[in-house]
Protein backbone atom coordinates (compact mmCIF):
# COMPACT_ATOMS: atom_id res chain seq x y z
CA UNK A 1 0.00 0.00 0.00
CA UNK A 2 1.71 3.07 -1.19
CA UNK A 3 0.72 6.68 1.09
CA UNK A 4 1.16 10.00 1.29
CA UNK A 5 1.38 11.38 5.03
CA UNK A 6 1.39 14.72 6.57
CA UNK A 7 1.53 14.79 10.09
CA UNK A 8 -1.44 17.21 11.81
CA UNK A 9 -2.03 18.13 15.51
CA UNK A 10 -6.12 18.27 16.25
CA UNK A 11 -7.53 21.83 16.95
CA UNK A 12 -8.21 21.71 20.85
CA UNK A 13 -11.67 20.46 19.68
CA UNK A 14 -10.68 16.98 18.09
CA UNK A 15 -11.06 18.48 14.68
CA UNK A 16 -8.56 17.40 11.74
CA UNK A 17 -7.82 20.03 9.35
CA UNK A 18 -5.76 18.90 6.55
CA UNK A 19 -3.68 21.14 4.68
CA UNK A 20 -5.03 22.68 1.38
CA UNK A 21 -2.47 21.21 -1.05
CA UNK A 22 -3.14 17.55 0.16
CA UNK A 23 -6.66 17.66 -0.12
CA UNK A 24 -6.68 18.77 -3.43
CA UNK A 25 -4.11 16.12 -3.99
CA UNK A 26 -6.70 13.57 -3.29
CA UNK A 27 -9.17 15.55 -5.42
CA UNK A 28 -11.40 16.81 -2.96
CA UNK A 29 -13.20 20.02 -3.10
CA UNK A 30 -13.61 22.11 -0.09
CA UNK A 31 -17.30 21.54 0.88
CA UNK A 32 -17.41 18.28 -0.22
CA UNK A 33 -19.16 15.50 1.23
CA UNK A 34 -17.22 12.67 2.47
CA UNK A 35 -17.99 9.87 4.37
CA UNK A 36 -15.39 8.53 6.85
CA UNK A 37 -14.66 5.02 8.35
CA UNK A 38 -12.24 3.90 10.86
CA UNK A 39 -9.84 0.85 10.18
CA UNK A 40 -7.38 -1.45 11.75
CA UNK A 41 -4.09 -1.54 9.35
CA UNK A 42 -1.33 -3.83 10.97
CA UNK A 43 -1.95 -2.99 14.49
CA UNK A 44 -2.73 0.89 13.98
CA UNK A 45 -6.31 2.77 13.64
CA UNK A 46 -6.70 4.59 10.94
CA UNK A 47 -9.29 6.56 9.24
CA UNK A 48 -10.49 6.38 5.51
CA UNK A 49 -11.95 9.33 4.20
CA UNK A 50 -13.98 8.73 0.64
CA UNK A 51 -16.10 11.02 -1.33
CA UNK A 52 -19.58 10.45 -0.41
CA UNK A 53 -21.21 9.05 -3.91
CA UNK A 54 -24.30 11.18 -5.06
CA UNK A 55 -27.74 9.40 -3.88
CA UNK A 56 -30.13 9.83 -6.59
CA UNK A 57 -33.26 11.98 -5.83
Request: glycine share 8%; aromatic share 6%.
Amino acid sequence: MEAIKVTRNLDGKGRLILPRDFREAAGFEPDQRVSVALADLEGEKVFIIAKRKEEPK
